[in-house]
């Protein structure tokens, strides 16, 4: 409050925020910060500081109206929303090309602002930046899907290649892969039920096929993107590009020995394909529904010969 009066006495129409410890429902719930953090906050703090939220937790997936109301009954103002659902600086090797989603158009009555934490790539947050403008504007109907599909084709021309225009299917099939934190989009949902089809089936010609025509369409895309006229956009999607390219080779010749035997790959071996440290350390646990954590089971899943783990 004393910093507050400060400022305002050097700039009277300041604007002045403030984060909490707690500054979500989870670290709430879990007294962050100390019991009654919040209700000491709503109380004493001076009424013209803004209060920062993120939502139910610190990447939301949906942030609803009654949830802002019952966090405005605590804080005794409007909370500011800092909003998330687009960073992506907690996992570098994601990105979030997807619409701003999960929020109805009713919260905007219901908090003092409204702000993005996007992608940390700036070429990248083209899409999540103007379907929130569109969000907050009220100028349109408001469609999540159909906000993205416009963005989209907007975004388009960023894309052309050495070789000519991007088509805008291939595009949204290429965006729906890299789509938001909690899901993919349509196109890139679609491919995950072909390839796990793929793989848990016996796998007739027609799911290979299936599998194939959408994976082939993909990773033509992924190869142009090297070709990219647009320079700052390719060295910000490049590494993204490579990992699902990697993938989408790997399936594709476990999707040509169905049949057949063990899939094989002169490409992908153990230790230079999938490895590194965060990896191997990714695979010692499997994350539960609930969001727990177990033991795989396994600890030569670490990729440590079992000699060296006894020792």
């Known amino acids: 409050n004393a910093v ?3 400022t305002r006495e050097q700039q009277p129409d300041a604007r002045f ?31 013209a500081i803004d209060v920062f939220w993120t939502g139910p937790d610190i990447v939301s997936r949906e942030i609803s109206v009654e949830h802002v109301r019952g966090v405005r009954a605590v804080l005794r103002r409007r909370p500011t929303i800092w909003d998330n659902l687009h960073a992506n600086d907690y ?4 990105c979030f090309c997807g619409p701003y989603a999960g929020r109805p158009r009713e919260l905007l009555d219901e908090v003092a602002g409204l702000l993005s ?21 009220g100028q349109r109907a408001w469609d999540e899907r159909d906000a993205y599909l416009s963005a989209m084709e907007e975004w388009r021309p960023s894309f052309d290649t050495i070789r000519g225009a991007t088509t805008l299917a291939n595009l949204v099939q290429f965006g729906d892969c890299f789509y938001l934190p909690w899901y993919e989009g349509d196109e890139g949902e679609a491919l995950i039920r072909s390839a796990a089809r793929l793989v848990d089936t016996a ?11 959408r994976s082939g369409r993909l990773r033509a895309f992924c190869a142009a993107v090297t070709e990219l006229c647009d320079r700052p956009l390719f060295h910000a999607i490049n590494r993204r590009v490579w990992a699902l390219r990697e993938e989408l080779d790997l399936m594709d ?18 230790g230079t394909y999938r490895g590194g440290i965060v990896a191997r350390l990714q695979r010692l646990l499997v994350q539960m529904p609930d969001g727990t954590f177990e033991a795989a089971g396994d600890a030569s ?11």
């Open 253 to 270: 010749r476990f999707a040509g020995h169905v049949g057949l035997g063990p899939t094989t790959s002169d490409f992908h071996l153990p």
């Open 4 to 6: 507050f009066r400060w």
């Open 117 to 137: 934490n996007p992608n940390v790539e700036l070429p990248l947050n083209y899409v999540p930046l103007r379907t929130l403008a569109w969000f907050v504007d």
């Open 91 to 94: 996992d570098g090797a994601r």
């Open 301 to 311: 899943a670490s990729g440590v010969p079992a000699d060296r783990i006894r020792a």
């Open 203 to 213: 796998a007739p010609s027609d799911v290979a096929a299936e599998y194939l025509d």
């Open 17 to 47: 925020l403030f984060c909490p410890t707690p500054y979500c429902g989870r670290m709430a719930a879990a007294e962050v910060g100390g019991a009654g953090y919040l209700e000491t906050v709503g109380r004493e703090l001076d009424a």
